[in-house]
């Protein structure tokens, strides 16, 4: 692949019969995207160059399960092609509708539970394997298989200090303390909640698209819809209106806030220091 281009050779291994057009499209930082056409129908095709096909093992299981409820892209086949893992999805085209529904979508997806905190497996991310054994205890797994291993990436990427880990223990001891005496129902949680993953299609019918799926505290998922925007009043209104939100709920966001900005920090360096230290400075 030179240039983000498929070549000839590649596309003819893949499971479509009479290609007609391919083109890049946007497909976020992680993976190269296109759409694919053929005399019957029109593909999303997602590839990771330079990995096997059970790269998008954990994608196409959080699909799957989101899918049982709420509207995602259906995956069609995946692979692996010249040392290249590939990804066939149905083709959605984009339209607009109503986040009152998107609300509703997200509520209904986050009734679904299980008995623990967890997913079918670990996922493999840029800078660390998502921990996914099930564990009983919401207050063990997000402290030892999400912040603990997030801090450690941080670490490593030189993007920590005493200070950060003085009030990140903190703010964990009163996480930890909360859960004490509240309990947390395991939900199907998106995993990745942000206005680049939903979609509404052209009959106006809304999609929750690019999962990193687990079950947790549905409020973090929430809390990543307040992170970069991009949700709505009438989003709240449509989630309230199928499971109302928990009082007190905007005391609990920040630690859950925390983990996605601090991601951010490890990722994409010191810009997002300042937003990290704003949620530390309050423990």
């Not at 493999?124 to 990436?153: C, G, H, M």
């Not at 809304?206 to 999962?211: E, G, K, M």
Request: proline content about 5%; hydrophobic content about 35%.
């Amino acid at each position: 692949m030179i240039n983000h281009q498929l070549s000839s050779s590649w596309l003819s291994q893949l499971p479509l019969d009479n290609i007609t057009s391919c083109q890049s499209v946007s497909g976020g930082d992680i993976n190269l995207a296109y759409q694919i056409t053929t005399n019957q129908a029109t593909y999303f095709v997602k590839v990771q160059p330079n990995h096997q096909a059970s790269y998008f093992d954990h994608e196409i299981a959080g699909l799957r399960e989101i899918g049982k409820i709420a509207n995602v892209p259906t995956p069609v086949a995946n692979g692996e092609i010249d040392g290249d893992a590939y990804l066939i999805l149905n083709w959605i085209n984009s339209g607009v509708g109503d986040q009152y529904a998107l609300g509703q979508e997200v509520a209904k997806m986050h009734q679904q539970r299980r008995e623990e905190f967890g997913f079918m497996d670990n996922h493999q991310t840029k800078v660390l394997v998502k921990n996914n054994q099930w564990n009983p205890s919401w207050r063990d797994f997000y402290i030892n298989q999400r912040l603990k291993p997030e801090i450690s990436a941080a670490i490593k990427q030189d993007r920590w200090n005493k200070w950060r880990q003085e009030h990140f223990d903190r703010m964990i001891a009163k996480f930890d303390n909360y859960y004490s005496t509240h309990e947390v129902q395991p939900s199907l949680l998106h995993g990745d909640l942000w206005a680049g993953n939903f979609m509404f299609s052209q009959t106006h019918q809304p999609y929750l698209i690019d999962p990193d799926c687990v079950y947790g505290d549905r409020e973090f998922d929430l809390a990543m819809t307040t992170v970069f925007g991009g949700f709505d009043d009438q989003f709240y209104r449509g989630y309230n209106a199928i499971y109302p939100i928990t009082p007190g709920i905007n005391e609990r966001l920040p630690w859950y806030r925390f983990y996605y900005l601090c991601m951010h920090l490890i990722l994409f360096g010191e810009s997002y220091g300042p937003a990290v230290d704003n949620i530390l400075s309050s423990y």
